[in-house]
């Protein structure tokens, strides 16, 4: 939170963050503290890790009394963080005063810790309790895990139900929300959030007793408006939309709705709903219920591109007037209407492109965004935050496309007031990749560009975690996710395990070879923490993939860092004859690696590396450990051997004849067993690390 600050990312961004510390963490910690035994205690933790927090960046309230201070939001959150630890009764609520330093500012909620069952009973008695409901998301105060998860069974239950009149308020609230959406993010994933959804979408059935059309557009609009807002402000695949098929509407809507089509190519049916709209936006007093009720909401959506585009062409050839283009344009403006602007901008930002120094059809594009970026002139509470939520979608790409028109008509002076009017949406939309100014700064680092700039990051990392007078590196993980979209995975593996090697090599040579040991294995946790850290999907800068059309910049996803890592432990066997210490760092970072990915209980089953020769399998997460050491290298060049020597270090059988890994794994789940149960209840980290030798 503070180097978001120092970095001045958008306000949007640090309430991110601090929802995250305040509504994930807790509970996060909470899953974890029954691992931990006498005379630790999760208080105590807390305390030592708040000791690390930069106090010129958190001061205490009672160092605050400029109201424009800008560690204020920092302060709050700190004091919040540990009034949420208190309510999942991670420390005792008396212990805050001392934590702090100071006398707390605020107390526990009124109404205590929810249960998610007992939201959803109370929201499906009285459905207006939901809004509400979905307003305390936008607090900090902890809840927000029970919230999400009420209001995901919600919803689920709603699109089961057909109830689109209730969803859409749901919709609708979430989409005045933007920081509520992420909060939501932090609980779910996006599959579980949007897959009812987009089934209803693509199953939609007209309500029969609906008498007007425009009901059924402002309900469908609405839910579509909130899938397209996840969809792009998450940049998420398609397949995580949970629907597929030729015949899904949200597919076709994501990959073709911004797409015109030539009216050679559209059927009869798509011909005369196309001339109803037409006639209805030009040459009518408005859209009539006859115009909606032969185009039904699907087809709409995937008309309005190719009604873009005839709109215009008409207006270049002199058959529109450019009032008339703008009058009619103005009708989509109408907030059961207005979903259908993100198509319609997206298919202008595509012609924005096309233009150059030469071409004619900027004198009807500018107009026509005039018309569309302004709010409506008309506008309501719902209606305005709807078009906001739909500039959010499209302004970033449409922002670039803009830069590149006014480059190509320098003579334009109306391009300027509507990148004036996109700006405070372009920060909206989650920013996986690298800003162009800090991808320059990183890979000007002398030494080595990119790859040096991350690993003095790892290093400044390290003494941080090994000091508590330091403030914190200025780490942002976008660096380390750029580092592996542009120089590869087994680039950056590469390095993360040449520092491993290197410290390793200074303990068992330096004097103070136990400090070194130490810093080693705090380097060994550093590291395996980026490894299996999500990556989510990223493009860099140096590719143009935000100046390509929306549904053509999904980003294909590479070999991630967990990926190369199984790749080498695969060959870790023929690594040792060359060179031991690498493989035996490889092996030991693995090892750590999917215990990290199944410590939470989830476990992975199996082999981890799809379509590897050879990975690791974690079975049962970490409840039991002994059970959860089960290592697949079947594949692998050679058979690898764990064996322990005198001193417990863990050392790999160079001989060919190798031991059945089996019947390895049994004697070690064994071994680790009886020393487990030697060392009491929840001994079996301990018991593994002593019969690995590797703490």
């Not at 949420?84 to 008396?94: N, S, V, Y």
């Not at 927000?144 to 089961?160: F, K, P, Q």
């Not at 080595?448 to 590196?473: D, H, K, R, V």
């Not at 070999?559 to 066997?573: D, I």
């Amino acid at each position: 939170m503070a180097n978001a600050m120092y970095r001045e990312e958008p306000p949007q961004s640090q309430i991110h963050l601090r929802s995250f510390l305040v509504n994930k963490l807790p509970v996060f910690l909470n899953n974890y503290s029954s691992m931990i035994f006498p005379p630790l205690n999760m208080e105590y933790c807390i305390s030592q890790a708040l000791l690390r927090v930069d106090p010129a960046a958190f001061p205490s309230f009672s160092q605050m009394f400029d109201i424009l201070d800008k560690n204020s939001m920092l302060s709050e959150a700190r004091q919040e963080f540990l009034f949420a630890c208190a309510l999942h009764q991670l420390i005792p609520e008396q212990s805050i005063e001392g934590l702090l330093g100071d006398v707390p500012m605020q107390s526990l909620p009124a109404s205590g810790r929810y249960v998610k069952n007992n939201l959803v009973s109370l929201c499906t008695a009285n459905p207006a309790k939901i809004d509400d409901m979905i307003g305390e998301l936008e607090n900090f105060e902890g809840n927000a895990g029970e919230i999400v998860g009420a209001l995901i069974e919600i919803m689920s239950t709603l699109c089961s139900n057909n109830d689109t009149m209730t969803l859409r308020g749901i919709c609708n609230s979430l989409v005045r929300r933007a920081a509520v959406c992420d909060t939501v993010m932090l609980f779910t994933s996006a599959q579980t959030l949007l897959q009812p959804l987009c089934q209803l979408l693509d199953n939609w059935q007209e309500q029969e007793d609906q008498g007007e059309s425009q009901p059924m557009y402002d309900e469908f609009g609405s839910i579509l408006l909130f899938v397209s807002t996840v969809f792009h402000h998450f940049d998420i695949d398609y397949k995580e939309l949970g629907v597929e098929g030729p015949n899904s509407f949200c597919i076709k809507y994501f990959q073709e709705s911004s797409e015109s089509r030539h009216v050679n190519l559209l059927t009869e049916r798509e011909s005369d709903q196309l001339g109803g709209w037409i006639r209805g936006l030009f040459e009518t007093e408005g859209i009539s219920d006859e115009v909606m009720s032969m185009c039904k909401p699907k087809e709409f959506h995937l008309l309005v591109a190719t009604l873009f585009d005839q709109s215009l062409k008409a207006c270049q050839a002199k058959i529109l007037s450019l009032e008339t283009l703008k009058g009619g344009l103005e009708y989509l403006l109408e907030p059961f209407l207005l979903p259908s602007l993100v198509a319609g901008l997206t298919f202008v930002t595509h012609k924005l492109w096309e233009t150059k120094e030469s071409s004619a059809s900027i004198d009807t594009l500018i107009p026509a965004l005039e018309t569309l970026l302004r709010p409506p002139s008309s506008s309501t509470s719902d209606s305005s935050a709807i078009h906001a939520a739909v500039l959010s979608i499209v302004a970033r790409p449409l922002d670039d496309a803009l830069m590149h028109a006014q480059r190509q008509h320098r003579s334009q002076t109306d391009i300027a007031p509507l990148l004036d009017i996109l700006k405070p949406h372009t920060q909206r939309q989650q920013r996986k990749s690298a800003a162009y100014q800090e991808l320059k700064t990183w890979t000007a680092t002398p030494g080595g560009g990119l790859l040096a700039a991350l690993n003095s990051t790892i290093q400044s990392l390290l003494l941080w975690s090994t000091s508590t007078e330091m403030p914190p590196p200025n780490y942002t993980h976008r660096m380390l996710l750029e580092a592996v979209h542009v120089l590869g995975a087994k680039a950056v593996l590469k390095l993360l395990v040449d520092e491993i090697v290197t410290q390793f090599s200074s303990a068992a040579t330096d004097e103070t070879g136990a400090n070194a040991q130490q810093d080693g294995e705090m380097l060994m946790d550093v590291v395996t923490s980026l490894i299996v850290a999500p990556t989510g999907s990223v493009g860099s800068p140096l590719l143009p993939t935000r100046n390509l059309p929306i549904q053509h910049s999904r980003r294909q996803h590479g070999l991630s860092l967990r990926n190369a890592l199984q790749t080498e432990f695969a060959g870790a066997y023929e690594l040792s004859k060359s060179n031991l210490a690498r493989a035996e760092a490889v092996v030991r970072l693995h090892r750590r690696a999917e215990y990290f990915v199944g410590v939470g209980g989830s476990g992975v089953r199996g082999g981890v590396g799809d379509g590897l020769n050879g990975g690791a399998g974690v079975a049962g997460g970490g409840q039991d450990l002994a059970a959860g050491l089960g290592v697949d290298v079947s594949g692998a060049n050679g058979a690898m051997g764990v064996d322990v020597d005198a001193d417990g270090s863990m050392l790999l059988d160079q001989t060919q004849g190798a031991p059945d890994i089996d019947d390895v794994l049994k004697d070690a789940g064994r071994r680790i067993s009886t020393a487990a149960g030697a060392a009491g209840a929840g001994g079996f980290m301990e018991a593994e690390d002593a019969f690995l030798g590797i703490g």
